[in-house]
């Protein structure tokens, strides 16, 4: 399938099934955290799963990114795929958890989680988006831009 044949064929009433199709396709991700420094620090991430309109995701107790989003909890998070001229951003409040069970889907969900910390898992820290705004936008012709609020049950 092609990507501008994945992309018309999102259902784009579907919020969060628009952003976990996304995330899945495009399995390497950026994210962008506000650094200790006071400067944007962008790095490679991937999306984990999603639970009940939950998007998780994971770290790792001693990354620099850790101890950012332990200051200031927001990240954004961004693909781009230039042949359909599209991107999708996604912004959220950070909320970590120990909770093995996430942790453990997490590791179920990613070969590279599992090669690099297999054995380590007391070192990986789940966790989860609320706050969470998308937007996917695209210059292509047969795509229209979209903006979401995916409110879930961490939400206040």
Do not use: W
């Not at 969470?132 to 795509?143: I, M, N, Q, Y």
């Not at 229209?144 to 049950?153: A, I, S, V």
């Amino acid at each position: 399938m092609t990507n501008i044949d994945f992309f018309t064929s999102l259902d784009y009433d579907n919020g969060v099934s628009v952003v976990t199709d996304i995330f899945r396709r495009f399995p390497m991700q950026y994210g962008t955290t506000l650094g200790r420094s006071g400067k944007p620090q962008i790095r490679p991430l991937e999306f984990k799963f999603e639970k009940d309109g939950v998007l998780y995701f994971d770290t790792v107790e001693f990354y620099e990114s850790y101890k950012e989003m332990q200051e200031l909890p927001y990240i954004q998070v961004c693909i781009g795929d230039q042949e359909t001229m599209s991107y999708l951003k996604v912004e959220g409040k950070v909320n970590f958890t120990k909770d093995a069970a996430i942790v453990e889907q997490c590791f179920q969900n990613s070969p590279v989680l599992e090669s690099q910390f297999g054995n380590r898992r007391d070192v990986v820290v789940g966790y989860y988006l609320t706050e969470v705004r998308a937007e996917f936008c695209s210059f292509h012709e047969k795509l229209q831009n979209r903006k979401y609020e995916l409110k879930n049950q961490f939400d206040v």
